[in-house]
């Protein structure tokens, strides 16, 4: 099967990096599905659950918060804030991080804070669901 480079860098650590047979990605403008040989391009990614395909058929999960996605001759690079694997998210820490987000809205804040209270609640609401749903 065709396969193509993958490297997923978050700010901290290298997530993954390898051939793939495809990544699924949450966009902006909904999830994109890249596949070997795809055109080249640059993709917004949103908070949410990036699902790779190795070359060895096997899934790996990360939930990942927003940056951007390169697609350059067959080689595509995901830079994200963050990005862990379903299993090790402290789903405490994320219910108390959603917690203090959904009170932060209900205060008057700046046009600047509410940005980024919101993107704060997106990230522990992404973080919670990904857990309950890919945890083994």
Same mark, same amino acid.
């Not at 690079?77 to 991080?97: F, M, S």
């Not at 932060?104 to 700046?110: A, C, E, H, N």
């Not at 804070?113 to 522990?124: K, M, V």
């Given at each position: 099967?065709?396969?193509?480079?993958?490297?997923?860098?978050?700010?901290?650590?290298?997530?993954?990096?390898?051939?793939?047979?495809?990544?699924?990605?949450?966009?902006?403008?909904?999830?994109?599905?890249? /596949? +070997?040989?795809?055109?080249?391009?640059?993709?917004? !990614? @949103?908070?949410?659950? &990036?699902?790779?395909?190795?070359?060895?058929? =096997?899934?790996? /999960? +990360?939930?990942?918060?927003?940056?951007?996605?390169? !697609? @350059?001759?067959?080689? &595509?690079?995901?830079?994200?804030?963050?990005? =862990?694997?379903?299993?090790?998210?402290?789903?405490?820490?994320?219910?108390?991080?959603?917690?203090?987000?959904?009170?932060?809205?209900?205060?008057?804040?700046?046009?600047?804070?509410?940005?980024?209270?919101?993107?704060?609640?997106?990230?522990?609401?992404?973080?919670?669901?990904?857990?309950?749903?890919?945890?083994?």
């Amino acid at each position: 099967m065709n396969t193509f480079y993958l490297k997923v860098i978050a700010s901290d650590k290298v997530f993954f990096e390898g051939r793939c047979l495809a990544v699924n990605l949450p966009a902006s403008d909904g999830g994109r599905s890249i /596949l +070997a040989n795809h055109e080249n391009m640059i993709i917004a !990614v @949103v908070d949410g659950v &990036v699902e790779i395909t190795t070359q060895e058929n =096997e899934k790996v /999960l +990360a939930v990942v918060s927003t940056g951007l996605t390169q !697609v @350059v001759n067959n080689r &595509v690079t995901v830079l994200v804030d963050t990005a =862990e694997r379903p299993e090790d998210i402290d789903v405490l820490r994320a219910r108390e991080a959603q917690e203090r987000a959904e009170e932060q809205m209900r205060q008057k804040q700046s046009i600047k804070e509410y940005h980024h209270t919101q993107a704060s609640l997106a990230r522990a609401m992404s973080r919670l669901k990904a857990a309950s749903r890919y945890k083994h």
